[in-house]
């Protein structure tokens, strides 16, 4: 939780540097937030604040969780992340998939796990002590994606990123929303929407 409150703290200071909201507005939904709990985005938008579309803007090619995947880097926008957790029991669902693990409990949700090494690279990785899983929303439904660790959570400039068509990917294509250049290593983005779609005929 403790990377989560760091992210909302670096999409508030993303919001005014844009002058998409204003000092007052930011600490006034920071209150609200102690008290609730509830994302920062949230609770801008509801207070009409700010779009929705204005916080994609800001955080879009700047705010991403960086993980491992079969020994390779990826990254996810934090806009799509509830929180990132230690894996827990995972309960098996007859007729899945392979790349869908299971359901994990998670307080008072019940959510599929998706192995991400399974759905990318069509083999799940073994789960070991530095496994994780990475609570996202996408299109108001939470999903876990496991990976096999994390590694930080970090801003890049938009000068950073590169067309996916500039080069080739161990990944299939269709999960991957760009690259990002990082001291001579490359992390690939992916598409959280594009990974939870259901397969045709499901």
Same mark, same amino acid.
Request: aromatic fraction near 6%; include cysteine.
């Given at each position: 939780?403790?990377?989560?409150?760091?992210?909302?703290?670096?999409? =508030?200071?993303?919001?005014?540097?844009?002058?998409?909201?204003?000092? %007052?507005?930011? /600490?006034?939904?920071?209150?609200?937030?102690?008290?609730?709990?509830?994302?920062?985005?949230?609770?801008?938008?509801?207070? =009409?604040?700010?779009? +929705?579309?204005?916080?994609?803007?800001?955080?879009?090619?700047?705010?991403?969780?960086?993980?491992?995947?079969?020994?390779?880097?990826?990254?996810?926008?934090?806009?799509?992340?509830?929180?990132?957790?230690?894996?827990?029991?995972?309960?098996?669902?007859?007729?899945?998939?392979?790349?869908? @693990? =299971?359901?994990?409990?998670?307080? +008072?949700?019940?959510?599929?796990?998706?192995? @991400?090494?399974?759905?990318?690279? =069509?083999?799940?990785?073994?789960?070991?002590?530095?496994?994780?899983?990475?609570?996202? /929303?996408?299109?108001? +439904?939470?999903?876990?994606?496991?990976?096999?660790?994390?590694?930080?959570?970090?801003?890049?400039?938009?000068?950073?990123? %590169?067309?996916?068509?500039?080069?080739?990917?161990?990944?299939?294509?269709?999960?991957?929303?760009?690259?990002?250049?990082?001291?001579?290593?490359?992390?690939?983005?992916?598409?959280? /929407?594009?990974?939870? +779609?259901? /397969?045709?005929?499901?």
């Amino acid at each position: 939780m403790e990377m989560i409150k760091k992210q909302d703290k670096s999409l =508030g200071t993303l919001l005014l540097q844009a002058e998409y909201i204003k000092k %007052e507005q930011l /600490e006034d939904a920071l209150r609200e937030q102690a008290d609730t709990g509830e994302p920062l985005g949230k609770i801008l938008v509801r207070k =009409g604040a700010i779009r +929705e579309q204005q916080i994609m803007e800001v955080l879009k090619g700047m705010l991403v969780i960086v993980f491992q995947v079969c020994n390779e880097n990826f990254a996810i926008e934090v806009v799509y992340s509830k929180e990132i957790i230690k894996t827990k029991k995972i309960t098996p669902v007859p007729g899945m998939p392979p790349y869908i @693990l =299971g359901m994990m409990g998670i307080r +008072e949700d019940v959510i599929p796990i998706i192995s @991400l090494s399974g759905k990318i690279f =069509g083999k799940p990785s073994p789960v070991d002590e530095n496994s994780r899983v990475i609570i996202v /929303e996408v299109k108001e +439904e939470k999903i876990g994606f496991l990976v096999d660790g994390v590694a930080t959570v970090r801003n890049f400039n938009v000068s950073d990123f %590169e067309n996916v068509s500039k080069s080739a990917f161990s990944a299939d294509k269709k999960y991957i929303a760009g690259l990002i250049k990082d001291s001579g290593q490359i992390v690939t983005l992916l598409k959280p /929407e594009a990974i939870t +779609e259901k /397969e045709n005929g499901a």
